[in-house]
C-alpha cells in the first residue's frame, strides 16, 4: 500500500513551485503514477464545451494583451538604443522600476 507522508508532499509542492532542483521531478513521477492508477477522470465534453469556449474567448484576449504589451514595450526598447547610451540606460531603468 502506498501513502503520502509530509516528505513525499514537501517534494510536490517543491518541485510544482521550483524550490528545488530538477531531481525533485523524478520523486514527484512515482507519487503521479500512483494518483493515476488510483483515479479516474470521466469528463462529459458536451457538458464543458460551453466553458470551455469561454474560457478560450477570455484566453485569447489576454494573449492579445500580452502580445501587445511585448510588443510596445520591443519598440520602446528599439527607440531608445536609437537615442544612445544615456536613454537606452534610462529605459532600462524605467521599465525594471515599472514592472
Excluded at 26 to 45: D, H, M, N, P, S
Excluded at 55 to 65: D, E, F, P, T
Excluded at 67 to 75: A, D, I, L, P
Aim: aromatic residues 10%.
Amino acid at each position: 500500500m502506498y501513502t503520502m507522508n509530509g516528505d513525499h508532499l514537501a517534494l510536490y509542492f517543491d518541485t510544482i513551485f521550483g524550490l528545488e532542483n530538477n531531481h525533485s521531478y523524478v520523486a514527484v513521477f512515482g507519487i503521479l503514477l500512483k494518483l493515476r492508477q488510483r483515479a479516474t477522470l470521466r469528463l462529459q465534453w458536451r457538458a464543458l464545451l460551453p466553458s470551455l469556449k469561454e474560457y478560450l474567448s477570455a484566453g485569447a484576449l489576454v494573449l492579445v494583451r500580452t502580445v501587445g504589451k511585448v510588443m510596445s514595450y520591443t519598440v520602446c526598447g528599439r527607440e531608445a538604443a536609437l537615442l544612445g547610451a544615456v536613454p537606452a540606460a534610462a529605459h532600462n531603468l524605467m521599465f525594471n522600476l515599472g514592472e
